[in-house]
């Protein structure tokens, strides 16, 4: 973007201050993609980079995890749609979202680090699910594992096209068609409603989207954030459909 790049401290980098970042050093340190991905992700495009060796370090250390976590999904069941049980649909739900978001963050926003930090976030939340799984679970974490492979390929072209070939494709990963959200995949089965005790909230609460108002009544009973707050009688119970539970307690 024509600005100096800056180390900790906001100073500019300068041959007299010997302050200087030795691109090569790092790309052999850490390698290209995790050199690109750190700048992609610290800042947007129009603000100066300050150069932070911890945060490059981390870049790696996403890298590492992506590669790990990508190279274990290669032989999966086929993914059968009608085979999820409402926990693998959430989390597919989130895979994507998140290509939703990545759609729009490479091109309306042109804002990549916000496409970065997706992709980080999806990454955790398909690792927390990982392990142990197998079936429709695998299947998911693999369709997730695609999603960041080809979302984060232009930002980290070589180990996405290694990952690529890792999950038995041919082909160079930038000529691949871009991934796009399934529609479908976007609906939820639940609403989250917020539950309020004499007016003021206590909890939220997440509901199949038929549930009767006993079972969303149930459901609200028993959130211990809001139970904190029963200790009086509760005499009258709210139950605004699609919105909010508001229980009225004796003070």
Not at 49 to 62: Q, S, V
Not at 109 to 131: F, G, H, I, P, W
Request: proline fraction near 5%.
């Amino acid at each position: 973007d024509g600005q100096p790049v800056v180390i900790g401290g906001r100073e500019k980098m300068s041959k007299s201050k010997n302050n200087g970042v030795d691109p090569e050093t790092m790309v052999s340190r850490y390698g290209a993609d995790a050199v690109r991905l750190f700048m992609m992700f610290t800042a947007p495009p129009e603000q100066s980079l300050e150069w932070n060796d911890a945060g490059i370090e981390g870049a790696a250390r996403f890298l590492k995890r992506l590669w790990t976590f990508t190279t274990a999904l290669a032989e999966v069941p086929a993914l059968n749609l009608a085979a999820l049980d409402s926990t693998q649909k959430a989390l597919r739900r989130k895979v994507h979202e998140t290509l939703a978001k990545l759609d729009d963050d490479y091109g309306r926003r042109q804002t990549y680090n916000t496409a970065v930090a997706a992709c980080m976030e999806l990454l955790n939340a398909l690792m927390k699910a990982s392990d142990g799984a197998d079936g429709q679970t695998a299947a998911v974490l693999r369709e997730g594992a695609e999603a960041l492979v080809l979302g984060l390929s232009p930002i980290v072209p070589h180990i996405s096209h290694a990952l690529w070939h890792h999950l038995g494709h041919a082909g160079a990963v930038l000529d691949a068609p871009w991934p796009k959200a399934d529609p479908a995949a976007l609906v939820s089965d639940t609403v989250s409603l917020v539950v309020q005790v004499n007016g003021k909230l206590r909890g939220q609460i997440d509901v199949a989207k038929d549930a009767s108002q006993d079972a969303i009544l149930a459901a609200a009973l028993a959130d211990p954030n809001v139970q904190k707050f029963l200790s009086g009688e509760i005499r009258k119970k709210i139950v605004v459909p699609g919105r909010l539970v508001n229980l009225v307690v004796a003070t």
